[in-house]
Each structure stands twice: as structure tokens, then as C-alpha cells.
């Protein structure tokens, strides 16, 4: 059974890498399984089906579309110009701005993609008008954007926490430690890299301007920054479940658009929706066809098979967490992230816990690594939304974005799966974790 979803696996590969649209990738991978393995297509495509009835799968589209309206209503520039009065006027502060507003507006839409989309259009030309070079600027948001994936709430980690029937609120825990941590090391290496660069600051305020200024743009970032404050302390307070956290952000963010920061107008908001319904459109097709493959794979033993095979070779924890690590990268690099965590999670999970890895553990494991992939070729979604949106050449973003992710993500990858702590201390305060 190893050959035939060996065999599977390549077609999937093969078909990914000519460009092929998701769910027909994933129908020539089944077709595989059910030619030469067994498996009723009719049978797993009524189970499939039947998994999108789950209420947690409601979260997805929800957050989708309050990280959209978040984007369009002035709530992003707000939290922009909130955090730019703290750091704006130190040498390379500007790059440090962009790094923890991506982390904040990571922590409300749970969508990398969303912060590319909300905090490029305004960072970018504003950090090329201060000295940067505009496809380092593009990096930085870009990579920066990564961590929508890992701040809570996490569309990954609901969609993992789903399919492991691991506690979705611990997986959220689970990804802070790593998130926090990435977040200071690209802050870090911007301040350093940023003394190469030409930068013009801003001139320097009195402490009573500073001080009026500091009120000022407070006041005006309430309504935003208490919309982190509502989901997330709803979430972790008890008082709301990741589903209901989400519905209120969309309801937040309507009256708060239109009305405090008028960024929203009825034919934005129709736009808003359209679109997002169509990105929720084909994010549940090609669940429904990953839900699908994953399944045949759990139906037919090949964890347990992969497990047996690997243990074959060896039993040491080092080597396999390395092994491991390498695999879930280089899924990154070919498929998105949610599509990733379905066909790997259910995998993986009996051999990470073989050798002593807790399930929550491997929550952000997993998630750091299909992060790195969300900007690593061929895939690499959100650096071409970046391209797009910072309007720059391939060539021009590749190095700087391949360099912020050898010293900010590749480090904690390995920290991630060699130190427990990193990910563990947060749902063990909780109680998740023994």
C-alpha cells in the first residue's frame, strides 16, 4: 500500500507543479488511490461532504471576511499609526512598524494574506519615501505578513485543531511563543540591516509634543486596537468559542468601518463580501478535495505503515524531527497551508507522537514550517500577493526575503521542535498540557 500512495503523492506533486488547479490535483491523486488501492470515490466523496457541515468550519469564512473588512475600513491604519508613534522615529523603526502591525493585524484576521493586503499598500511606498529599497520594504511586509498564520486566532490552527481533534484553543497557545519570538527577530535583523540603508528619519518631537501626539493617536486607535482585545480575550476568557469570536469581529468591524473610521461605503462593503465569498468559495473546494485524499490515506493504515517503515530506518528523535521538519517545508513550498495541515496532520501525527511529541507540540511545529512555505517558491502565495502589491520585480524580492527567513523563521523551526517550552509553557498554564 506504501507504492500506491507513493504513486498517489507524485501525481499530486506532478500536477502541482504544471500549474494545474487545486481540486483537479487532488482528483488525479484519488484517482490513483481508487484504481489501484480500493477506495470508493462515491463513498469518500459523500464523506467529504458531509465534514463541511462541522460548525468549527464556520470560523474560516468568518475570519476571512472581518480580515477583509479590517483591511478596507481604516482599522489597519489606524493600528499602523498607532505603533509608527512609539518606534517612527528611530533608525529603522519604520521596518520594526511594519513588523509588529503585521503580528497585531495577523492576531485579528488570522490570514497572512490579509496582512499583505492591508498593511502593503500603505507601509511599502512609505518605507521607500524614508530611504529603503522598495523590494526590501516588500520583503519585510511580506515575511512579516507570515504571521497572521501564527498569532491567534489562526485559521491553520483551526482547521488542525479540527482535523487532530486537538483543543483549538490550545493549538492557538501553542503558536504565540513562536509567533512572539519571530516577530523580535525580524524587528532585530531590520535594525541591523537597516544602517546600510540611505534612511531619512523624521524629525525628532519635543517630549510635550510627543506626549500630545502619543494621546492622540491613541484615542484614535481605540476602536481598532479593541478589536484584538474582544476576540482574543473572549477566546482565552472562555466567554466565546473561535466560531462565535469570529462572527463578533465581523459585526465589530461593520459599524466601526462605516462610522468611526468611514473607510467603508456600501459599495465597498459589496465588494468586501463578493470577494471574500469567492476566496471562501474555493478555500472549502479544496478542503473538501484534501478532506478527501487525507481520509483514503487514514482509511487504507498508511500512517501506521509509514510509521512502522520509518522506525525501519531509525529511532532516533533528533534525526526524525529534522526529517520531519524538512518534509513539512517542502509541502509548504507546493501546496498552501491549509491544504498542508489536512494531508500531513493526519499523517504525521502517529509517528510524532511515537516518539514523544505532544500533539499541541506538533500544532506549532507544523505551523511554523507551512508559514516558511507561504513565501518560498514554487507556491509561495503570499510573496507574489506581495509582488503584486509592492509592485516589484521577482528578482528584486527574492534575496532579502530568502535572508529574513534563514535568520527569523529557520531558527525557530528548530527551537519550535527541540524545545518544548517555546510552545508547551502557554497551554500548560492553562491547563492543556500535563
Known amino acids: ?68 473588512l479590517m483591511s478596507e475600513s481604516g482599522i489597519a491604519k489606524s493600528l499602523l499609526h498607532f505603533v509608527n508613534v512609539f518606534v517612527g522615529r528611530i533608525r529603522g523603526g519604520l521596518g520594526v512598524v511594519a513588523s509588529i502591525s503585521c503580528a497585531i493585524i495577523g492576531a485579528i484576521s488570522g490570514s497572512g494574506l490579509t496582512g499583505v493586503a492591508a498593511t502593503g499598500p500603505i507601509l511599502i511606498p512609505q518605507m521607500e519615501k524614508m530611504g529603503y529599497p522598495r523590494g526590501y520594504a516588500t520583503a519585510l511586509v511580506t515575511n512579516s505578513s507570515i ?72 484615542w484614535a486607535a481605540i476602536p481598532a486596537l479593541m478589536m484584538p482585545v474582544i476576540v482574543l480575550g473572549g477566546i482565552y476568557g472562555g466567554i466565546m468559542t473561535p466560531t462565535e469570536a469570529a462572527a463578533v469581529a465581523v459585526v465589530y468591524s461593520v459599524p466601526v468601518g462605516f462610522f468611526v473610521y468611514k473607510g467603508l461605503t456600501l459599495k465597498e462593503f459589496y465588494s468586501v463580501a463578493k470577494e471574500s465569498a469567492t476566496s471562501v468559495g474555493a478555500i472549502m473546494v479544496m478542503i473538501v478535495f484534501s478532506l478527501m485524499l487525507s481520509q483514503t490515506f487514514v482509511r487504507l493504515q498508511v500512517p501506521q505503515e509509514i510509521v512502522k517503515a520509518i522506525f525501519g530506518v531509525t529511532q532516533d528523535k533528533v534525526l526524525l524531527l529534522v526529517l520531519i521538519n524538512f518534509l513539512l517545508f517542502f509541502i509548504g513550498m507546493i501546496v498552501n497551508d491549509i491544504t498542508g495541515i489536512i494531508l500531513t496532520a493526519p499523517l504525521l501525527l502517529p509517528l510524532v507522537q511515537a516518539i514523544g511529541i505532544d500533539p499541541i507540540q506538533f500544532a506549532a511545529i507544523i505551523g511554523v514550517n507551512l508559514a516558511m512555505g507561504g513565501v518560498t517558491p514554487p507556491y509561495a502565495s503570499i510573496l507574489y500577493l506581495g509582488m503584486r502589491i509592492g509592485k516589484v520585480e521577482f528578482t528584486e524580492i527574492l534575496k532579502p526575503a530568502m535572508i529574513l527567513l534563514v535568520l527569523g523563521y529557520v531558527p525557530v523551526v528548530f527551537l519550535t521542535s527541540f524545545w518544548p517550552d517555546l510552545s508547551l509553557f502557554l497551554p500548560r498554564l492553562m491547563g492543556f498540557v500535563q
Open 1 to 68: 500500500m506504501i507504492g500506491v500512495t507513493v504513486a498517489s503523492l507524485v501525481v499530486l506533486v506532478v500536477l502541482l507543479t504544471f500549474g494545474v488547479p487545486l481540486p483537479f490535483c487532488f482528483g488525479g491523486s484519488l484517482m490513483i488511490m481508487n484504481i489501484f488501492g480500493g477506495v470508493t470515490m462515491k463513498g469518500m466523496m459523500m464523506w467529504g461532504f458531509n465534514q463541511l457541515s462541522n460548525p468549527v468550519l464556520l470560523c474560516i469564512p468568518l475570519f476571512v471576511f472581518a480580515g477583509s
Open 147 to 218: 504571521l497572521g498564520l501564527l498569532i491567534p486566532p489562526s485559521v491553520t490552527m483551526i482547521v488542525y485543531g479540527w482535523v487532530t481533534e486537538t483543543s483549538i484553543l490550545a493549538c492557538f497557545l501553542a503558536t504565540v511563543g513562536p509567533g512572539l519570538l519571530i516577530t523580535a527577530l525580524f524587528a532585530v535583523v531590520n535594525m541591523v540591516w537597516a544602517r546600510r540603508f540611505p534612511l531619512k528619519l523624521e524629525p525628532k518631537m519635543e517630549r510635550a509634543e510627543k506626549i500630545r501626539e502619543v494621546g492622540k493617536r491613541t
